[in-house]
């Protein structure tokens, strides 16, 4: 059983992320379409079942266009957005800035929330939880495997602490997470383990 995470295309920068309802670029949808183009072109390799991605608007559009490639309708559900940064999602840096001077996701204290939004704890114990609901229902075979799973940057990168079972701040160093990378998550004989890291074959020739 694997799960395959993958960030969503490139978003307009200039603005803060979190649970913006901005959508991708031209760039990001042009990542999305070829990543859904290798995908289509190498099934027998990922053998792809089950489509879930995150449903905020940027994350949809790249689920939708692998759905398109694959023939797979996606689920789409909160469960897998960013961290919720509240009443700055989507703003401009520059209002944000003025109306809420110095306050980023790895200025906030872990158990103190973004205006509006959640904790950096509450972040983490959300995604951690997520998780391991979806490795349970793989594992009763409530979810057909293999998974794809159209998400964000700081999720991914809280699974990847939380697979190598490495305690997790908010000041905490970042994984490599490229736009629509790919990242292997499999079920070894020890549990989960992350298998392959940020790929994106479908960007650059890779041997």
């Not at 670029?25 to 792809?48: F, W």
């Not at 509006?116 to 997520?130: D, K, L, M, V």
Request: hydrophobic share 35%; proline share 3%; net charge negative.
């Amino acid at each position: 059983m694997k799960i395959f995470l993958v960030r969503h295309g490139a978003d307009e920068e200039g603005y803060r992320g979190g649970w913006s309802q901005r959508g991708l670029t031209e760039a990001g949808v042009i990542q999305s379409r070829a990543l859904g183009s290798y995908l289509y072109e190498h099934k027998e390799q990922y053998d792809i079942h089950t489509v879930i991605s995150s449903d905020l608007p940027r994350a949809v559009q790249t689920s939708q266009a692998i759905e398109e490639s694959l023939g797979i309708r996606g689920i789409h559900t909160p469960d897998w957005r960013e961290m919720n940064n509240g009443d700055m999602a989507g703003m401009l840096h520059a209002d944000a800035e003025e109306k809420y001077p110095g306050v980023y996701f790895n200025t906030l204290k872990m158990d103190t929330s973004f205006p509006g939004g959640e904790s950096p704890a509450h972040f983490y114990t959300r995604i951690q939880n997520t998780f391991e609901n979806l490795c349970v229902q793989l594992e009763e075979k409530r979810i057909q495997s293999n998974v794809l799973l159209v998400t964000h940057g700081g999720v991914i990168n809280v699974l990847y602490y939380v697979l190598a079972n490495r305690e997790w701040s908010n000041t905490s160093s970042f994984y490599p997470i490229d736009n629509t990378s790919i990242h292997t998550v499999q079920n070894m004989n020890n549990g989960w383990s992350i298998l392959d890291t940020n790929r994106i074959p479908h960007l650059r020739k890779e041997t």
